[in-house]
């Protein structure tokens, strides 16, 4: 039962998954953020364009 126990505590392959996890939301978080800067921009420069054509 011990040898059960001291097993357990050391298995850090659980921590290792949710590092991986937090990781990919970080930069999935980053890569939202720029295509919303980005897109933000885009359109403003296309509105300004388009209104030049006027």
């Not at 850090?12 to 897109?39: H, K, P």
Request: charged share 15%; no cysteine; proline share 0%.
């Amino acid at each position: 039962m011990t040898n059960l126990l001291s097993r357990f505590f050391k298995d850090e392959s659980g921590a290792t998954a949710i590092e991986y996890g937090l990781i990919a939301a970080l930069i999935a978080l980053a890569i939202i953020t720029g295509a919303s800067t980005l897109g933000n921009k885009l359109n403003t420069q296309f509105t300004n364009i388009s209104n030049q054509l006027k």
